[in-house]
């Protein structure tokens, strides 16, 4: 029987696509022969990039044989893509090019120079579970992912602690559940992590231009080098880096947030 795909993520940059079934498995592809080759690790896997395969999601952290994927995300450059998934219980993971700590790997105990990989490699072929993310997050608020704040009648917990997540060109924003925190993380020398400074790289921190401490954020969008947070209504609240002709980038983002119950008449608290 043919799969049944109920999330799909396409990168018109990166030229790669991953999409999730019903029953919580990741598929991936190259759509694009120009701009993908997995030579990086975007598609999470091996064997054929061009044939839309199969994503086994494993982690270290965890002994379950069974991590059902909820949620998928594209981004990057042509030939340097990243991808990112969400799964049922609100885990996030990340793959491919990681050459400005895109993926959200390393804390920042870490300094800039954050880590490197097996053979200094930097990039990851498979999808690594991004724990710290999850920490910041609790830490910037203690309530987060607590009982109250879930709804307990689902087996859904994707967003848990994680709202939503945009990938630009070299770069990852984060959204709380709790709509105010942001976190970013990659290449910021374009300003595009809105960070207090524009540092060359940097492991996941809170986004103070892109947080908000009074209204809601509904939804991030990232292209390129230029991140941007939306409203229930859809419309922009606040943008970083360059982010001068992204009309057609923020339309798809608006498609995607809204198909994603992030904004609209059917939005999902």
Known sequence: MAPIFTQTSQSTEAGHTIKVTNDG?????????????????????????????????VSDRSSSTNIQASLAYTG??????????????????????????????????????????????????TFQRADYVI?????????????QQQNETRKDNSRRWIRDV???????VILSSNKKDVISCGKGGEGQLGLTSKPWVSSPSKSKALSSSKS??????????????????GEIKNSVGKCSKMKKALELCRKRAAESGLIG?????
């Open 25 to 57: 498995i990741p598929y991936s592809y190259c759509h694009s022969t120009k701009s993908c080759s997995n030579e990086l690790g975007e598609l999470g896997r091996t064997n054929n990039p061009y044939k839309l395969l199969p994503i086994t999601l």
């Open 76 to 125: 990057g450059f042509p030939s340097s893509g990243h991808s990112a998934l969400i799964d049922n219980q609100g885990y996030l993971y990340l793959c491919g090019c990681d050459r400005w700590q895109q993926l959200g790997l390393g804390s920042a105990n870490g300094g800039s120079s954050g880590y490197t990989w097996k053979g200094g490699r930097l990039w990851q072929t």
């Open 135 to 147: 920490e910041l997050l609790q830490q910037l608020d203690p309530n987060l992912g607590t009982k």
């Open 166 to 172: 945009a990938l630009g060109g070299d770069h990852t």
């Open 216 to 233: 809601d954020i509904a939804a991030v969008c990232a292209f390129r080098h230029c991140s941007m947070t939306l409203g229930d209504d």
């Open 265 to 269: 008449s059917n939005l999902q608290r």
